[in-house]
């Protein structure tokens, strides 16, 4: 059975940081997408970002860039999200996603959901 779990969500003052820490199993790690989405309350859910070994791209939103790094520890079937610099406007449910093969865009459908960690910035 395919499972993500997120943790390392918490609460920060702006301008602080975060990693957010996704374990998976049930799959090959390795020939899956891996990635970020959110949801903020009353909005829709929006991609962060995604990594692939096999489409060798990775991406970000435009929101997000160069403030958040995703990664992979391929040996322990982790996928890391290193959040730096965090705003008020980050505040969400962060979503670790997982699909076969490719990412396409950060917000192509996903096949597997983890359940969520809540990230909170304070002014």
């Known amino acids: 059975e395919v499972q993500l779990v997120e943790s390392g969500g918490g609460l920060v003052q702006a301008g602080g940081s975060l990693r957010l820490s996704c374990a998976a199993s049930g799959f090959t790690f390795d020939d899956y997408a891996i990635g970020w989405f959110r949801q903020a309350p009353g909005k829709e859910r929006e991609g962060v970002s995604c990594?692939?070994?096999?489409?060798?791209?990775?991406y970000y939103d435009y929101s997000v860039k160069g403030r958040f790094t995703i990664s992979k520890d391929n040996a322990k079937n982790m996928v890391y999200l290193r959040m730096i610099n965090l705003k008020p406007e980050d505040t969400a449910v962060y979503y670790c996603?997982?699909?076969?093969?490719?990412?396409?865009?950060?917000?192509?459908?996903?096949?597997?959901w983890g359940q969520g960690t809540q990230v909170t910035v304070s002014s």
């Open positions: 996603v997982a699909r076969p093969k490719f990412c396409h865009h950060i917000n192509y459908e996903y096949d597997y």
């Open positions: 990594t692939s070994r096999s489409d060798g791209n990775t």
